[in-house]
C-alpha cells in the first residue's frame, strides 16, 4: 500500500515530526494482532487504547452498526430521543454498582468527565447548596483534554501550556511511593494519602467542595493501584463532608480489573461513575456518565415542571450507531463471559510482567487485573528512552502504550495465555537490548 501525504493530519499526543520521519500506519486489525502498512502482523499489547478487549473485527458489531445506520442514521438528541439510547442505559445499569442506574450518553472520555464534574455543580445547585463550586483532584491523574478534566488532572505537560484552567481545584497527592516497587495488586502502604482529602476540606472548607475525582487505578500515568483502604477512606471523608466521590473509570470501565467496574473489585460505590474507551469495544467513539439515582433525582426534581433540567448535552449524545455498538459489545461481553475471563487470564499475565524484574533496567512493575505498568530507568531526558522503547517494540511486532518512560500493558480479554506471553516476550527482548 502506498503511503499517503502525512502533512496535512497533525496527530494528538504524538511527535507528529518523528512519525512523518518513521511512520507507525496500521492499517487493518483483526483478533488481538494489528497488520501495518508493510503487512506485517502486530499483537495488540494495550487494547487498541484499552478499548478492544474483546479483540478487533468482531463481525456482531459491524452488523449491528451497519443496521442501524440503514435503520436511524441520526436522531436530535435535544427533546426527541431513540429506543436504543434508553436501552442500552437499562442495560448499563444492570452491570453498574446498585444505585448508579442515571445514564448521561456522551462522546469520549473527557467528555464524561466534563459532564460528572457538571452534574456535581447542578446537584449541589439544585439541593440550594450552590456555594460547592470547589474541585478536588490528584497529581498524576488523567481526566481527557478538556478545561475542566485538564484542571482536575495532574500531569504537568498536559496542562502547562494551556493556561489557568478551572479556578478552585487543589490536588491531593498520588499514592504512589517507593516502598511499593515491584509490588503487584493493591500496595500495603499509602491508605492515609487520603487524608489529602480531609486537609483540603481543613483548608477549604468542606462546605465549598462539589466533588473529588480520582481514577480507582491512575492508568495514564503508569498504572498506579490504590494502597488498601485508601478508596475507602476517600469515600468515608466525602460522605461526611457531602462532597460527591466521583471514579473515572474509562480505562478501569467494562472488565479490566475483572469486574464490570473497578469500583466493584476494590468494593467502593462513588456517587458518579465515568466511562468510556470499552463501551463500544473501540468501534463507534462513546462515552457514559453514571449518575446515583439520587443526584440524578435532585436535579430533575428541582426544575420547573415542563422545563429543561440539565442544560448539557452533545450533537452527538447517544448517537444511534453508538448505542448499537455498545449494546453488540455489552452482549458480546455477557455472552462470552469476558469479564470473567479477564480475571482468569490475570494470573498469567501478572506473572509474566512480573518475572520480567531484572530483564534490563527496569525499575519497578506494578498492576492490577489485566492492567500493567513497566518503569523504565530514565536515559536522559525523561520520555527519551519511553519514545525509543515505544518503536522498538513496534520493530518487534507490538503494539503497546509507553507514556513517559512507563510500558503500559493491558492486552484484550480475548487473548490466549500464549498471547499473553508472547506480548510480555517481545517487552522483554526490547528492554533487555537497552
Ligand atoms: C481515566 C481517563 N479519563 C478520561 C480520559 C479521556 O478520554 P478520551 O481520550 O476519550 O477523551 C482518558 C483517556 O485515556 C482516561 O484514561
Redesign the pocket.
Known sequence: MDNPDLSHHWLPFTANRAFAADPRLLVSAEGVHYVDAGGRRLLDGVSGLFCVPAGHGRPEIASAVSDQLRHLDFAPPFQFAHPDGFALAGELAGILPPGLDRVFFVN???EA?ETALKGALAYHRARGDAGRTRFVGRERA????NFG?LSVSGIVRNREAFGTGLPGVSHMRATWSPDQVFGWGQPSTGADLADDLQRAVDLYGGSNIAAVIV?PIS??TGVLVPPEGYLERLAEIAAANGILLIF?E??TGFGRTGHAFASQSFGVTPDII?M??ALTNGTIPM?AVAFRRGVHDAVIEAAAPGGIEFFHGYTWSAHPSACAAALASLKIYRDEGLFERSAKLAPTFQQAVLDLKGAGPITDIRGFGLLAGIDLETDGAPGRRGFAVLKELFKAGLVARVTNDTVILAPPFVATETDVREIVDIVRSVVAAL
Open positions: 469520549s472520555g473527557s468527565v488523567y481526566h481527557g483534554v478534566g481514577e492508568g495514564s473515572d474509562v480505562i465515568t468510556a474507551k462515552g
